[in-house]
């Protein structure tokens, strides 16, 4: 699955990341890799612009498929 730049994080509290703020590593493929059901795969996200008080996430994702769009909500987070 590939990404496109409009893809962005917002906190718990409300704050969105920057424009441009957010990167992605899935499994070894950088932002590239097949994914199959029921397999877990490492996945890192940072981003920018959000709350160090926060403690979870939705990310918006848009993609290059003709669905556009998912939505991955109440993800739990740590400060580096």
């Known amino acids: 699955m590939?990404?496109?730049?409009?893809?962005f994080f917002i906190d718990?509290?409300?704050?969105?990341?920057?424009q441009g703020g957010v990167e992605f590593q899935l499994g070894s493929?950088?932002?590239r890799t097949?994914?199959?059901?029921?397999?877990?795969?490492k996945v890192l996200m940072s981003a920018?612009?959000?709350s160090g008080q926060a403690?979870?996430?939705?990310?918006?994702?848009?993609?290059?498929r003709p669905e556009g769009k998912i939505l991955l909500r109440n993800i739990p987070i740590q400060p580096n």
Request: glycine share 16%; proline share 5%.
């Open 29 to 31: 493929g950088g932002d």
């Open 48 to 50: 920018k612009g959000l």
């Open 34 to 41: 097949e994914v199959e059901p029921d397999i877990p795969v």
């Open 55 to 64: 403690t979870s996430v939705s990310l918006m994702l848009n993609v290059y």
């Open 12 to 18: 718990n509290l409300g704050n969105q990341s920057v």
């Open 2 to 7: 590939r990404f496109n730049g409009g893809s």
